[in-house]
């Protein structure tokens, strides 16, 4: 409970930052407003009001939230008697995390509050989905209203952290730009937009609900976003008892038509008659999109690379491309960093003519993504992949809506607006071969890859965590060390998920 209240305040400060207009800092005072006294908390609360009401109620709500409960004292937990997966190899040792903060700390001069004995278990850092298109009956293109599609990501949310993940980012396919945004966030701090009344009413109407229900983000983006479509949507944030969402991969629109894959050919672009403001949104591109595949053959799309990577950070990876090896060393070159799904959606590698695929074991390796279900990658050819390079190696789902629901024949959406035939983990189009994504979870992933590669556990689970964090310079996660989050899967020796723990807190158990 301590540290659902904590972190209840922390997401309530973030987003009313963000949609009030404020500058940073309410964060802050969310973590001091814990360890003041009443007293420095009516004087600093008195202080937020006079510079902003926003900021003064929204204040106010973190004083409540810190006097439910007692959180200075932390507590840490200590896991004894297991093996760290560190750098592709098991390591003999212990890990210590602090519940308040959500940290992994360095080892207590006193005895820890909480010791778990894992009698020999495996603790790894929770995995991080790089591509899923969604799970469990929805897909990210899928947008009805803001109210439902935050219900489908809690979803999402909640069904993969019994996989073992801890973050992931949505991947949205090749759909229109009227799909892709259509959204902004009320400027509350404008008195265009509605009158201080009405900004304190919304603000305070809001915090309460997350003080009742401490749901955070869900009803405060719910009650300060107009209605709109997919990216606005998938701004990196946390829930209560689930994965995190990191941000948005958008795979197209500029793709190569003849290497479509499940793609919609007629929604693809050329880089030089559209820019990345245009389609997603400038906020979008700004905040949301943290990934974007893209042909490098396509005329402007070096320029675009150094857009996105230069003036955006976006990391760019090279896909759905029928780019020669020289063309896509160009990419690397510009900006690119990684490869999607090789051998998938791209010319097949020949010992004359590599393509993108040959890029994976040359001097200037990008990280590459594989997706190890059994059906779109043989394990011949996904264990020659992986041992090219395990460094730069990353496994992915590609999973779509389908993935943990039974088989049978599924409705289109945006993306494919035709029926979808499930057979165990793979789906076509019906009536063709065409493949559309795996149904494959990604500890399912990490276990194919033990079991035909003969690599080791710590080999695979490095595929999943740190290959990823390197490749989206996230230094929050995908490793064992201090200062990470503690994001945290506890598992068997054969790779099998026992626990997943987030921040600190455990959000489920076989």
Known sequence: ???????????????????????????????????????????????????????????????????????????????????????????????????LTGLIVSEPLAQADEIIDLKGKIIAPAYIELQTNGCVGVHFTQFENPVMYQ??????????????????????????????????????????????????????????????????????????????????????????????????????????PTKKGAHNAGLMLSPISSSPTAVYGESNVRSNVKMVTLAPELPGSLGLIHTLTEDYGIVVSLGHSAAAYDCGVEALRAGAQTLTHVFNAMNPLHHRTPGLAGLISSPEAPFYSLIPDGIHLHPATLTMAFRANPDRCILITDSIEMAGLPDGLYPGHSQIPHEQRKEGNRVTIDGTDTLIGS?????????????????????????????????????????????????????D????????WIKGVKVFEK
């Open 1 to 99: 409970m301590r540290r659902k209240v904590y972190d209840s305040a922390m997401q309530t400060a973030q987003v009313v930052e963000e949609a009030a207009g404020l500058q940073s800092g309410l964060r802050q005072s969310a973590t001091s407003c814990f360890t003041q006294s009443r007293k420095q908390q009516v004087q600093q609360g008195d202080a937020a009001l006079a510079l902003s009401p926003s900021y003064g109620f929204a204040y106010e709500h973190l004083r409540h939230c810190a006097s439910k409960e007692d959180l200075s004292m932390p507590e840490i937990v200590a896991f004894i008697n297991g093996c760290l997966c560190l750098h592709g190899k098991l390591v003999k040792s212990s890990v210590f995390i602090d519940r």
């Open 151 to 256: 219900s489908n990501l809690k979803k999402v949310s909640e069904y993969t952290i019994t996989r073992g993940v801890g973050g992931f980012w949505a991947t949205v396919p090749t759909v229109s730009s009227d799909v892709f945004q259509k959204s902004k966030l009320l400027n509350l701090s404008s008195p265009e937009s509605c009158s201080l009344q009405q900004t304190k009413v919304a603000i305070l109407d809001s915090l309460r609900r997350v003080a009742r229900y401490c749901l955070g983000l869900e009803y405060l983006i719910i009650s300060l976003t107009k209605l709109g479509q997919v990216l606005p949507q998938l701004r990196p944030q946390e829930f209560a008892e689930g994965a995190t969402l990191l941000g948005a991969h958008t795979e197209g629109p500029w793709l190569n």
């Open 439 to 491: 149904c494959s979870s990604i500890d399912e992933c990490v276990r194919n890859l033990m079991k035909w590669s003969k690599c080791s556990l710590p080999e695979a689970v490095r595929c999943v965590t740190e290959n990823v964090a390197k490749l989206m310079n996230d230094t929050e996660r995908g490793m064992l060390e201090q200062g990470r989050r503690a994001d945290l899967v506890i598992l």
């Open 493 to 500: 020796r054969e790779g099998h998920v026992l626990q997943t």
